[in-house]
C-alpha cells in the first residue's frame, strides 16, 4: 500500500484503456478523447483486440502486448469481463488500475460484493492498487491525464488552477469543478473515487496534497475510512496552509440510510465526525455551493487574526442587515475609534452614518469620491481584517468603475479580506474585472468572510499528535463492564476523584461506612453484571441514619439475589452541586472520544454536551464547555457561586488520556454525575461505569 | 386618515411634480421621465416657474396655477423649501404628497425632527396625507404611476405583474424588484415609505392587498407601527390567499442599534416579532435573497397540504444530502408504499435505489425515459406534496429537453409542487422554458419547498381577532407592582390555581398557618415595595416546624422593619414538581403577549420560552411547548411520569386572557415558578408578581 503506486495513478506517464471505444460517447471512449484533448504529455495504450487504431491512437490487442508495463490501466470493459482484466493488469504489472463498471459492492448482492472482494485479493496479492470499482474516474488538469467519463468536462472548458477535489460520489466530483470554473478558478484534480474497495478518499488526498500546485483542498465524503491517513493528510495541509473544506454527509439518520444504499456507506456519529474535523483543522459545510463559496477568499491567501467587520455601504437597510447577520456567521462589528468615526464623518453628510456599519447614503450619488475616501480613512485607521462593501443599487449617475478601482486599491494596499456584495450583474462585472470577490447576496458574502476567519483560526491551532502518554491496566474478565468498585478504583488510579465509598457485603460494614462516611449517604448494588442500576431499582439516596442504612442493605442484597446475581453493595458518601458528565468511548471509525458537558436527567434531555477527540488540554475543554448551553452555570446563576471549571476540565484531560492510553482495554467509560462544587471545591464522580475493550474482554 | 386618500396615493388619476426637472438624472427630473416613459394615463403636471415645459410636458408656474386638485404630488424641491411646497400641497387640497428630501426625522438634530413633525402637522390639519419624507417613492407598473427617483428601473426593465413590494429602505423596494425581473416574474407595486412621519408600511401594506392583481406581497421592515393595521391587512392576504414575506431587521442588537441610526427605527422585542407574524400567518425570512426564493412557487398557486417531499435523481449524492437537508428545512421524506417501490424498481437496473430518495443513477445516460418513467409512476401513486428532480450533471448523451417535457407533464398532470436543482445553466434552461421553477442550489429549492409547504399550514390557521372576553378589574394604586397575596388574588378570581397560602401579621397567625397548610411551608415577605423577595433575602424555604415558621416570621418583619417597608408575610404550602414559568406583558408595539415556557433558574440560562399573541388556545400553548427543549419533560423523564401539560396549558390560556382583558390595567404578570404536578394533578402558581399598567397607576 506504497503512496508511490497512488502516485502513479495522479501522474502515470503511461495509460492502458482496456476495452478502449472508437466512440467517445461510450465509458471506454471518452477518456482516450480526454487524453487526446487535454495533451497527456505521456504513453497512451488503447486495447482492443478488434482494431489497429482507436479514434486515431494506436491500439494493442491485450496488455500482455504492451512494450510496457503501464502506471495507470483503466477497465472500462462490460461486467462480465472485468474481473479477467484486472488479472491482465496485475499479471502485467500495472501500478494502478481503475474500475469504471457498476454493480459491486455498491449493491445487496453477494455475490456481486464477493466479486469486488476478489478484484482487491488479486490487485493486492500484485501490489497493484485498485481505485473503485463504481468509479467515474480520475482527472489531473496539470498533465492532461484526464482518465475519466464525466460529461462535464465536455460541458465546461478545463483550466489547471490551485484547487483539487475528490469525492467518493462522481458527480461532486464535478460539481464544484462546475461552480469553480464558472468563478474562473482553475482546478487541478477532479478524482472520485467510486467504492473504495482498495484506495480510499483519505490515501487520494494526502497524495494530493503533495502536489504543491494544490492551495484548496475540497473533499466530498459519505463515509469516513482510514481516519488516521485523513489526520496525516490534513497535518500536511496545514503545514503548507491548505484549507480543506469537507462536505460530510449522514448528518441525519435519513442522510445515512440514503448514503448506506449509494455507496454502501458506513454511517459515522456525526458529532464525532464535527470533533474529528475540528481537531485537524478541516472546515465542514453542508452542501457543494457552501463548499466552494469562499474559494475565492482563500486563494487570495487572506488568513485573517481576528474576526471584526467593517461595512461600508451606500444602503442603510444592507448596514442594518449586515449588523443582524454579523454575529451567525461569526464575525463582530468593529468598534471603531472616535478619531476615525469624527475622520469618517467628515466626508460625510449629517443624515449619513460613520459609526460601523458606514451607511454613506444616497450621498455617493452627489459625490462619486466618497466610496474610496471612506475606505482610505478604513486603510489608515481601522485594525478590523474583514471588509465588506455593500451597494445594493448604484445605476445612472455613479461611478461604477471608480468604486471598483477604490475597492481593489483598498484591497491590494491593506492586504485585507475585502468582498463586494451587488446583485446587480453590472456592478459585480466591474468589481470582478479589479480582482475584489463579489457575491451577489449579502448573506452569501459575510457567510464567506465569517468562514474564512473562522477556519484559520482552527488552522492556526497546534497540531496535536496522537499520543498514549498513560498506560493503563484494565482488569481481564467475562463481564462486559467492571462493576462500580472497579470502576471507581481503576478512576482514582488515574487520579480522577472518585466519591468517598466503601464497597460492603455485611450489616456491620454499612453500619461502619456510614458513620465514617459522615452520615449521609448513598446505598447502592454493586455487581459487574447489573451495569445500569437505577433501572433495577438498585439504589437508595440520602440514607440519613444508620437502621436506614442496614435495612437499605438487606433489602438490596435480597434484591440481587432475587436476580441471581453475585455482587455486594457501595455506601458513598452524598455529594450535592452541579451535575455535570463526563464519558468517553472508542468510536469504531474515528478512534478515542471525549464527551462532557450536562450531567443527570438533563443529558437526555437537552443533549447539552461536547464531543472532542483526545488527547485534549484544560483549555480545550473549556472552550467546549463554554460553548455549551450550560455555559452560565459555570460563573453562577442567580447569585450563587462560580463552578469549580478548572477541576471539572482536569478531570475531563484525564478521562481522555486514559481512553486514548487504554489501547484496545476498554470500550466506554461513563462518568454521570459528575458532581462540580464551587469554585476551589473540586469535582467528585459519584457514578462511573466502565466497559471493557475486546483487548480485556475474555470470553467464557 | 382614510385608506381612500391612500389609495389615491397608490391609483392616482393626476400627479403634480413640485421642482420638476428637465435633467431626467435629478431626483427631480426622473419621476417625471418614468411618468412619460412608463405610459402614466393621468394627467402630468410639472411644477417649475421657471419654464412652459418640462421634458416637454407643459408646466405650470405653481400649484395654484393648476385646472384640478392634483391626487398625488411628488415634492423634489430642495431641503430649504420644502416646508412651503406642503403648505402649498395642503393648500391646494392635493391628497397625497411624496417628501423625497432627506434631513428629518433620521438624524438626531431636534430642529430637523421638529420640521418633520411640522410636516405631517400642516398636512393632517388640510385632510392630506404624507408619505415620507427621506422617500425614494412610489412606483405602480399596472398604471404607469412611477413616482419616484430610482435608478433600478432605468437599469432593469419592468414588468407588471402579480408581486407588491413595501419597504421602510429605499434600496430594498427595488432589490427584490431587480432580482424577480431576472427571473422573469412582473411587479406591480414597489413603495418605499421613507421615514414614515404620517403613511406606514401597515398602511400601504393594506392598501395594496385591495388590489386584485396583487398575489404575493413582500415586506422590508425595519419598526413595526400601526401593527393593529398589518394586523387587518394579514388577514385580508389570508382572505385573499396572498403570502406576504416580509424581513424584519432589528433580530440582534447591533442591528437594532444599526436600524436607529438608519431611519431611527424603534426596536421592537424579536421574538415578540415572530409571534406577531406567526400568529397573522406572515412568513419571516433573514434577507432580500430569501424574501424572492420562494415566489415562483407561491405564484404557481402552491399551497400543500402536506410536507412529505420526494427525491428523484440521477444522483446518488445528490439523494443523500436532500435526505440530510429535508428535516432542516421543514420537510421529511414521504415512505412510498410497497407497491410503489416495486413498480419503480422495475424500471431500474439493480443497483439504483427505489425507494424515496429515488436514485436511477447513470442507467438514466442509457435510457432517457427513465426519468419520465419514474414521474408517471409517482404520478399515479405518491401521496407527497412536494417534488424535487435534481440532476448535478446531464449532458452529452442525454435527452434534456426529454427530461423538462416528462417534469412539465407530471407538473400540470398532478398540480403538485415540483421544482427542479440543476446547477448547470444548459439543463435550468430547458426546464425554465417548459415552467417548472429551477435553483442552481439544491438547498435553496429545498427550502423554497419547505417554506411553501410551513406557510401554508400557516396561512390555513384560521383567523383570531383580538378580543377581550374577559374583564379584569385591578386596585388602582401607587405602587408599580400589586404586592404578593393581591397579585395571587387577582389570579384566583380568574380561575388560576394560586397555591394554598395565608397572610400573615402576627407569631400565631403564622403557627395557624403553618398547622393548616401541612406542616411544610414556604415563608415570604409580602409588600408591593420590594416586588423581587428572593434579592432581599426575604424568602425562606421548606419550613418544618412551627418553630421555624415562626422564627423566620420574626426575621422577615425584623428585614422589612429595617428596609422601613410597610408588610406581611405570607405562608404558602410548599410544592414540588417540575418548575414551568408562565407570563404576560403589553408590548409597547404589539401589544398583548404571552410567555410560556422552562422555569425557576432555567429560564435564564436557557431561554426556553416560547412567546405567543393572545387569545390563544390550549392547542396554541401545546404546540409551543412541544417544541421547546424541555418538551421531554412532558411525557416523563427517565422513567418519571409524564406532567401535566394540559393544566399547563389551561392557566396559560387563562393568564393570556387577562392579559388580553386588561385595558391597560396591567403592564405585566410573571408567575414563576409555575409547579407542574404529574398527569391529573393539575399546576400550582407558587409566585405571582402583577405590575399595574398606566390605567391603574396612580401617580403619588
Known amino acids: 500500500m506504497s503512496s508511490h503506486s497512488l502516485a502513479a495513478a495522479l501522474n502515470p506517464s503511461s495509460i492502458a484503456i482496456v476495452g478502449a471505444s472508437d466512440n467517445p460517447n461510450k465509458v471506454g471512449g471518452r477518456p482516450l478523447m480526454y487524453l487526446s484533448k487535454f495533451g497527456f504529455k505521456g504513453r497512451i495504450y488503447p486495447i482492443n483486440p478488434a482494431r489497429d487504431r482507436v479514434q486515431g ?26 474481473m479477467g482484466a484486472i488479472e491482465d493488469c496485475a499479471n502485467r504489472g500495472v501500478r494502478a488500475a481503475i474500475v469504471m463498471s457498476s454493480g459491486y459492492g455498491e449493491t445487496s448482492d453477494a455475490e456481486s460484493i464477493a466479486a469486488e472482494q476478489k478484484m482487491v485479493a488479486t490487485a493486492r496479492a500484485a501490489g497493484m492498487r485498485l481505485i473503485g470499482p463504481n468509479c467515474q474516474g480520475l482527472a489531473n488538469f496539470g498533465t492532461g491525464a484526464v482518465a475519466s467519463f464525466s460529461t462535464m468536462f465536455i460541458e465546461t472548458t478545463p483550466a489547471d488552477g490551485p484547487v483539487g477535489i475528490i469525492s467518493q460520489s462522481g458527480m461532486m466530483s464535478v460539481v464544484p469543478y462546475g461552480l469553480l470554473r464558472q468563478r474562473g478558478i482553475g482546478v487541478r484534480h477532479s478524482h472520485a473515487t467510486g467504492n473504495e474497495a482498495d484506495v480510499t478518499l483519505s490515501e487520494f488526498a494526502l497524495a494530493v496534497l503533495h502536489d504543491p500546485a494544490v492551495e484548496l483542498l475540497l473533499l466530498y465524503i459519505e463515509s469516513l475510512r482510514n481516519a488516521d491517513v485523513l489526520a496525516e493528510a490534513a497535518a500536511l495541509a496545514r503545514e503548507r496552509n491548505v484549507p480543506i473544506i469537507a462536505v460530510k454527509t449522514g448528518r441525519t439518520t435519513r442522510g445515512q440510510a440514503a448514503a448506506r444504499s449509494h455507496t454502501a456507506a458506513l454511517a459515522n456519529d456525526d458529532r464525532v465526525v464535527d470533533a474529528f474535523f475540528h481537531r485537524h483543522g478541516i472546515w465542514r459545510v453542508d452542501d457543494i455551493h457552501e463548499q466552494v463559496n469562499a474559494a475565492e477568499l482563500y486563494l487570495k491567501g487572506w488568513r485573517p487574526k481576528n474576526r471584526t467587520l467593517v461595512v ?8 442594518v442587515m449586515a449588523a443582524d447577520t454579523a454575529q451567525g456567521v461569526g464575525l463582530e462589528l468593529a468598534a471603531l475609534s472616535d478619531t476615525t468615526v469624527k475622520t469618517l464623518a467628515s466626508h460625510l453628510p449629517s443624515f449619513a452614518t460613520a459609526i460601523n456599519p458606514i451607511d454613506i447614503t444616497a450621498a455617493l450619488l452627489t459625490d462619486s469620491t466618497l466610496f474610496g475616501r471612506m475606505l482610505s480613512v478604513l486603510a489608515e485607521q481601522s485594525d478590523a481584517d474583514q471588509y465588506l462593501l455593500a451597494l445594493p ?9 471608480l468604486f471598483a478601482r477604490d475597492a481593489a486599491t483598498f484591497m491590494a494596499n491593506t492586504g485585507k479580506a475585502v468582498v463586494l456584495a451587488a446583485p446587480q450583474e453590472s456592478v459585480a462585472a466591474e468589481f470582478r474585472a479589479t480582482g475584489v470577490p463579489v457575491f451577489s447576496n449579502q448573506t452569501d458574502a459575510m457567510r464567506a468572510l465569517g468562514q474564512v476567519a473562522r477556519h484559520a483560526t482552527l488552522m492556526r491551532a497546534p497540531i496535536r499528535h496522537a499520543s498514549s502518554a498513560r498506560t493503563v491496566e484494565v482488569p481481564a474478565g467475562e463481564a462486559p463492564f467492571l462493576d462500580e468498585a472497579e470502576s471507581l478504583e481503576l478512576l482514582a488510579a488515574h487520579g480522577l476523584p472518585a466519591v468517598a465509598h466503601r464497597v460492603c457485603r455485611s450489616t456491620s460494614e454499612v453500619a461502619a461506612a456510614w458513620r465514617d462516611l459522615g452520615g ?15 433501572e433495577h431499582q438498585l439504589v437508595v439516596l440520602n440514607v440519613t441514619t444508620e437502621e436506614r442504612a442496614v435495612a437499605a442493605f438487606n433489602d438490596l442484597m435480597q434484591k440481587l439475589a432475587d436476580l441471581g446475581v453475585d455482587g455486594g453493595v457501595i455506601v458513598a458518601r452524598m455529594a450535592r452541586g452541579f451535575e455535570a458528565m463526563i464519558g468517553a468511548r472508542i468510536d469504531p471509525a474515528l478512534g478515542p472520544v471525549l464527551l462532557v458537558g450536562s450531567g443527570g436527567k438533563y443529558v437526555e434531555v437537552f443533549h447539552d454536551v461536547a464531543v472532542l477527540m ?4 484544560a483549555g480545550d475543554v473549556r472552550d467546549a464547555l463554554l460553548g455549551l448551553r450550560i455555559a452560565p452555570f459555570f460563573s453562577g446563576v442567580r447569585g450563587e457561586a462560580p463552578l469549580d471549571l478548572d477541576a471539572l476540565c482536569e478531570a475531563a484531560v484525564r478521562l481522555g488520556d486514559i481512553i486514548a492510553g487504554s489501547a484496545g482495554q476498554i470500550a466506554s467509560i461513563d462518568l454521570n454525575p459528575v458532581i462540580v462544587g464551587a469554585k476551589g471545591e473540586g469535582v467528585v464522580i459519584v457514578d462511573a461505569l466502565v466497559e471493557r475493550g475486546q483487548a480485556r474482554l475474555v470470553t467464557a
Open 57 to 82: 491512437v494506436p491500439s494493442f490487442p491485450s496488455l500482455a502486448a504492451l512494450p510496457e508495463a503501464p502506471d495507470l490501466a483503466i477497465v472500462a470493459t462490460p461486467g462480465d469481463s472485468v
Open 312 to 319: 461600508v455601504s451606500n444602503s442603510g437597510a444592507s448596514c
Open 393 to 401: 443599487v448604484v445605476g445612472t449617475g455613479y461611478d461604477v468603475p
Open 520 to 534: 449521609i449517604v448513598a446505598i447502592k448494588a454493586c455487581a459487574s453484571a447489573i451495569p445500569h442500576k437505577s
Open 614 to 617: 483526545p488527547p485534549v488540554t
